[in-house]
């Protein structure tokens, strides 16, 4: 196939935003159950319910991260190359922070002593509360620019990472994950456990709400290159407006008892905050700061046009069968969790 | 220590400790797809009691597979940036298919594989198993594509010079089919196979020598001997094809698997043997003439030799001697073990030949061990290529990323992988005590149904 007349490097901008959106709504509800698991639950029943409320997709909803780095591997080498290796301790420390979450969700029902359980359920709510952190850190870092010398390598330091904006959009992150993940289990949950998680939801709203202000607040004052596009194309704003809403939508639904549509809006919210992320900084990748001529873009970073192409073919060819059969799984695991002795 | 050893050294730590699970993935998806297809057929409970367990291993594999993998994917950007800008147009293309065709569908089907057993009918299920072994297969393809390109370059042009040279595809399907790509694709496959085959065939055997699950021990260690049988055979001839590709087109690493350092015909093939670097010799003993027609199908064909690489384009050649050994050894061993085991089952003496049965408990080993080797003599005998002869692994490291860094990952990933370790070997352990579910004969749920229908519609 040939794709002459489209312009590869804005469409893989956007593919890749659209992966890494995925992965971030889909597994930021089951990164959200393991931020509650210690403080929602109250007895090994609740915990075991709340791991088989995302047993079966957690799995998939991590190749969304897997697939989204391979992509930005393969369409930008320079940013896959100059981030990797850049952010090179926090990234070791997001795989560590991944590999316990996902080996405790594993292995904590492989055994019945307490203590054996009590490590991994702490194994899996630091893990995903960290992985969250840092996913949320790293975007803050994008947001706000790093240092990039000319040949669009890193040239900071680890700890110069760790600065408060990057800081405050981790947090975010974690609470809006939290928030998230507590509406996910009200859906899949019935009788006292779900009254317990139902506590949870409203003042994650509220927190939510809270950072958001924050982080558009300091936004707006200190990162002014995310502003620009806002400001040359006014009506782009437009796609502040159904985001503001449908996050006001999340607790007017809950309040109504129609979960699903709060967990949707939930989800339309993160879908339109990554868009608002995505226009933010198009054409950069990588924002240079304090240097922003050497900025890595869509168009300097990218695969060539051939690449591109291919890639978008298999792409075109994929990702429909993998939306269909993705949502048919989600389908069949409808409903409310049941134990069996399938389960974790 | 220098960097680029450290990276080296944490690459090929992570990446063997990875493997160790693939295979098993790929090995064990191929045998439930036979074991739930045999269920379906024949309808006998005691394949479905089978297909239960073998799911669970399957999935305590799949696990640590999935959460290794996850490193490997990073690594190459975190360790080696400037090799991630110089081949990202052509294997980040191979890395991202396999994202699309084969971990989605494998994780995918997999939850209705271990969660769907009451909730969707006996087709529906086996379609998932199937599409779950078909994923682990495919994810196979596109990594052992992009390593093949490594070695064997092919479909590509070289734009830009010195600091901002890169690789760009020119031609898909010939970067897909590079000359080494088929060949090394089927060997490893087959060694996958190998690798869950004598699991089963081990897990059998050791219930028979414990004289526990008769039927479900038997029944395992036949359907796995079998599979074992063929694959090892066939892992000959696929072995054998690379080795003609070897030859083509990777010379030195062919002469330092067999440590040839003069150039010659008839070149010996060393049973066993020590390589001397310094006085490039290489003791040992050796088959006259059979490296020839192992590399040339004719005893009297010239194989190159060390003497035609120049020296600082040679691969570590003892280590690469002893790998490619050991896992030709292993791999002969296993043949042999398959053959005697099928001979014995055939004359109804295998329950009694407890030493036959022990050497088949054990024999799990062998197909990680020629596995592992394998690699080890495919990676290391590339060296000091990265890319062959376009890149070398010491131009391809991060620039920004320092000693300590790499050092103090190592250190984390050695203490978390050695945890992993000891609980994968204690679950699985726990899994084989605890054996199959008596429970898992009687078919319930939707399973049931789906065939008490199909039942009526035969009636």
């Known amino acids: ?344 | 220590m220098h960097v680029e050893l450290l990276a080296r050294i944490q690459f090929a730590f992570t990446a063997a400790f990875h493997y160790l699970y693939p295979p098993l993935s790929i090995g064990l998806g191929l045998l439930l797809v036979i074991i739930e297809g045999l269920w379906l057929k024949t309808r006998n409970p005691l394949y479905h009691q089978m297909a239960r367990f073998w799911t669970r291993v399957f999935a305590l594999t799949f696990a640590i597979g999935v959460a290794t993998g996850l490193v490997m994917e990073f690594e190459f950007g975190t360790n080696w940036a400037t090799y991630s800008r110089y081949v990202g147009d052509v294997f980040g293309s191979a890395l991202a298919a396999e994202g699309i065709f084969a971990f989605f569908l494998e994780s995918g089907f997999l939850a209705i594989l271990l969660f769907g057993w009451d909730k969707v009918g006996p087709k529906l299920h086996y379609f998932a198993t199937c599409m779950v072994a078909f994923g682990a297969h495919f994810s196979a393809i596109w990594i052992v594509v992009a390593n093949s390109w490594m070695q064997t370059p092919a479909g590509y042009h070289i734009v830009g010079e010195g600091l901002h040279a890169r690789a760009e595809i020119t031609d898909f399907w010939a970067m897909v089919f590079n000359p080494s790509s088929m060949d090394r694709l089927m060997h490893t496959v087959i060694g996958a196979w190998q690798a869950g085959a004598w699991l089963m065939v081990s897990v059998g055997a050791f219930y028979l020598l414990k004289k526990r699950h008769r039927d479900f021990a038997f029944k395992s260690l036949k359907i796995g001997l079998v599979v074992a049988l063929v694959a090892s055979l066939l892992s000959l001839f696929s072995g054998h094809e690379s080795a003609i590709g070897v030859a083509k087109n990777q010379p030195a690493k062919l002469a330092a698997m067999e440590g040839l350092w003069i150039t010659q015909p008839n070149a010996p093939l060393h049973v066993v043997g020590w390589v001397d670097a310094k006085t490039e010799t290489t003791h040992g003993i050796a088959m006259p003439g059979m490296l020839s027609v192992l590399a040339h199908n004719d005893p009297n064909a010239v194989v190159t030799g060390l003497d035609a690489i120049p020296r600082d384009e040679r691969p570590p050649v003892n280590f690469t001697f002893q790998m490619f050994h050991l896992m030709v050894g292993v791999g002969l061993l296993l043949i042999l073990l398959a053959i005697i085991g099928v001979i014995a089952w055939w004359s109804g003496r295998l329950e009694q030949s407890r030493w036959l049965l022990w050497l088949m408990t054990f024999a799990v080993l062998g197909p990680q061990i020629a596995n592992q080797a394998g690699w080890f003599a495919a990676e290391v005998g590339r060296q000091p290529w990265i890319v062959y002869h376009l890149l070398r692994t010491s131009d391809a490291l991060s620039k920004v990323v320092t000693a300590h860094q790499v050092l103090a990952s190592i250190i984390m990933f050695a203490l978390v992988y050695l945890l992993l370790f000891a609980v994968f070997v204690f679950l699985l352990n726990d899994k084989i005590k605890h054996g199959p579910d008596d429970e898992d004969l009687v078919i319930t749920g939707r399973l049931a149904d789906g065939l008490a229908q199909r039942k009526g519609e035969a009636e």
Not at chain 1, 148 to 176: I, K, N, R, S
Not at chain 1, 212 to 231: C, G, K
Not at chain 1, 284 to 306: F, G, I, R, W
């Open chain 1, 1 to 344: 196939m040939t794709f002459e007349h489209l312009d590869l490097n804005t469409v893989w901008f956007i593919l890749v935003g659209v992966l890494f959106t995925g992965y971030v709504i889909l597994d930021g509800f089951d990164l959200g159950v393991g931020a509650i698991h210690l403080l929602a639950a109250k007895s090994d029943h609740d915990r075991r319910l709340f791991l088989n409320a995302i047993g079966p997709v957690w799995d998939g909803n991590e190749v969304w991260l897997v697939t989204g780095g391979g992509a930005l591997f393969a369409a930008f080498p320079d940013v896959y190359a100059t981030v990797f290796s850049g952010f090179y301790l926090a990234f070791m420390a997001l795989l560590c922070a991944l590999i316990f979450r996902a080996v405790a969700i594993e292995f904590r029902s492989k055994h019945p002593s307490p203590r054996w359980r009590a490590g991994w359920d702490i194994s899996f709510a630091v893990g995903s509360i960290a992985s969250s952190l840092l996913i949320g850190v790293a975007m803050g870092n994008i947001v706000w620019g790093v240092p990039l010398d000319a040949q669009g390598e890193f040239a900071g330091t680890f700890l110069g990472l760790l600065h408060p904006y990057p800081l405050l959009v981790g947090v975010t992150t974690v609470v809006l994950f939290a928030m998230h993940g507590s509406i996910y289990l009200v859906l899949k949950t019935e009788g006292e456990t779900q009254a317990r998680v139902r506590r949870w939801v409203n003042p994650l709203i509220i927190a939510f709400i809270l950072c958001y202000v924050i982080v558009t607040l300091a936004t707006l004052l200190y990162v002014p290159h995310m502003t620009e596009a806002f400001r040359q194309h006014p009506w782009v704003f437009a796609i502040v407006i159904p985001v503001v809403l449908l996050i006001a939508n999340i607790p007017r639904e809950m309040n109504v008892g129609k979960e699903f549509l709060a967990f949707l809006s939930s989800c339309g919210a993160m879908a339109g905050l990554m868009a608002i992320f995505g226009i933010g900084m198009f054409p950069d990748l990588v924002y240079s700061l304090p240097a922003p001529e050497h900025s890595l873009t869509a168009h300097n970073a990218a695969s060539s046009p051939k690449t591109l192409g291919i890639m978008l073919t298999i792409a075109l060819i994929g990702v429909p069968v993998v939306l269909a059969y993705s949502a048919s799984i989600y389908y069949i695991f409808r409903g409310k969790v049941k134990l069996t002795k399938l389960s974790y």
